[in-house]
């Protein structure tokens, strides 16, 4: 079994920074096997597919509400995805989640087995 948890969120100022961490672990765990991911759900809202990182951590892929200004890395020693969000927006503001997929991973929420509890990102304007 997986356990993954975020952390980093905040409330920023709209045109702030923040940087989301999502340590992952579990008995026979290790993100070299694993496609990680970030997705968010504003209030009253699907949850959406914001950013994945490959394995390797070479090939990354964003949404293209945040192109340009999210970037997602990965630390395959320490099990941990990131989310470095630059020039925040009030329209970011939502609870963020990662997730872990040991297939194909992607875009869609349903290709991922493993999720966080999520952090909170509240951008003020």
């Known amino acids: ?16 920074s923040l940087r989301l961490s999502c340590a992952a672990s579990g008995r026979t765990f290790s993100s070299y096997s694993y496609v990680m991911a970030w997705f968010r759900q504003a209030p009253g809202k699907e949850r959406e597919f914001v950013a994945t990182c490959s394995r390797s951590g070479i090939n990354t892929r964003y949404a293209d509400s945040v192109k340009g200004r999210f970037t997602i890395s990965r630390d395959n020693a320490k099990n941990t995805v990131y989310l470095q969000m630059d020039s925040l927006r009030p329209e970011d503001t939502a609870v963020y989640y990662c997730a872990v997929s040991s297939s194909m991973g992607g875009m869609w929420a349903d290709e991922y087995a493993n999720w966080g509890q999520g952090t909170q990102v509240t951008v003020s304007s």
Request: hydrophobic share 40%; net charge negative; glycine share 32%.
């Open 1 to 16: 079994q997986v356990q993954l948890v975020e952390s980093g969120g905040g409330l920023v100022q709209a045109g702030g």
